[in-house]
């Protein structure tokens, strides 16, 4: 059991056992900033992890400690925190439950985790989930993994205060071994992909600028098309969501403002890159996944705006020494790049990038080899 939970909590009076539950990381392959917008997208659970560790106290209070914070907080109202930011994850998940008519006993619960934070690999999405399965589970609320998903988004959309779509609690729930997901967040049907890459690997570069989805401008993005499709439906009232929008649209003529015309156009275009993507893994074409990241990254950076000048580097960099793919993942702004090349070249991308990011910026970039692994599941 957890070590931490033991030393914070102490052994109980041994008739109520503490369970442990752990919820991955996720990295998104290609569909980005398309999940609330209606949207298909195509990411995986991965194996960094948080540890949820939970036991009921007896009591109407909720006693919450994060090893990777290491921070307490006690408290018998669900109300937010500024003191523990961390917590207000676990108290919007207990806030949904109640929004939903059930009853959540007091519970003594410890997170720890070994997901870089600030990457751009949903920690708190798995915080979330792990926390809604940990107490679905330990007092037998009878919800699926899609309930609990949906339980994760309405917290940090409602009480933590980012709108963030369905896609990273979702494969964080619904997360197969050697599989990705194509998920259509407009009517949350999915399928299941096996992921073979042959003699080619995914793998990370953190630029290790931290960045926090609340406070950066993810809202002002999702707003931008929030507008934008409210302004199209005006001439096109059948449109359900800006996914849908024919990539023939005649982009000039929606009275869109600047800034409402590039979203769009990243929307539109993603679409059929996720559809390459999607071939291109089942089909072994990895040249035209790879082609198809780096065009991800030129939209997100010059139509979404979410990149920066250290996560273009990275992918410019990688791009002049011929890796076969890379962009940005995440909401922005800063976080993780995922990489695709052949398998045994890493190092060496490896020592070229450090030299190169060292002089333009002053620090490293950190590498991580990854799994796909399964979605929250209770550790016996």
Known sequence: MSEAFIKQFGTGNGSIKERKFQAP?????????????????????????????????GTSGYRLYSEDFMSFWETNEITKSDKAPWANYILGVIDQFMERGFEVPGFDL????????????????????????????????????????????????????????????????WGKEKHCISLDTSSLKFEYHHFDLGNHEFYLIQSNVKHSLKD?????RRADCENALRKIQKIHPGLLNLYSLESSTDLASLGLSDNELKRVKHVITEKARTERVIAGLRDGNFIDVGNALYECHDSLSKYFEVSC????????TLRKEKIIGARMIGGGFGGCILVIDQIGRMDDTRAKIDQAYKVEFGMRADFYQFKISDGVREII
């Open 216 to 220: 950066s401008a993810y809202n002002d």
């Open 25 to 57: 990381a996720r990295i998104n392959i290609i569909g980005e900033h398309v999940d609330y917008l209606g949207g298909i997208v195509l990411p995986a659970a991965i194996d960094f992890h948080i540890n949820a560790t939970i036991r009921p106290n």
């Open 309 to 316: 000048r250290e996560t273009d580097f990275l992918v410019e």
């Open 110 to 173: 410890s997170l720890e985790g070994n997901i870089p934070q600030g990457a751009g690999l949903s920690s708190s999405a798995a915080v979330e989930v792990s926390v809604g399965y940990a107490i679905n589970e330990v007092f037998q609320l009878g919800l699926d993994r899609t309930e609990i998903a949906l339980i994760g988004q309405a917290a940090e959309n409602h009480f933590v205060g980012t709108n963030c779509g369905i896609m990273d609690q979702f494969i964080i729930a």
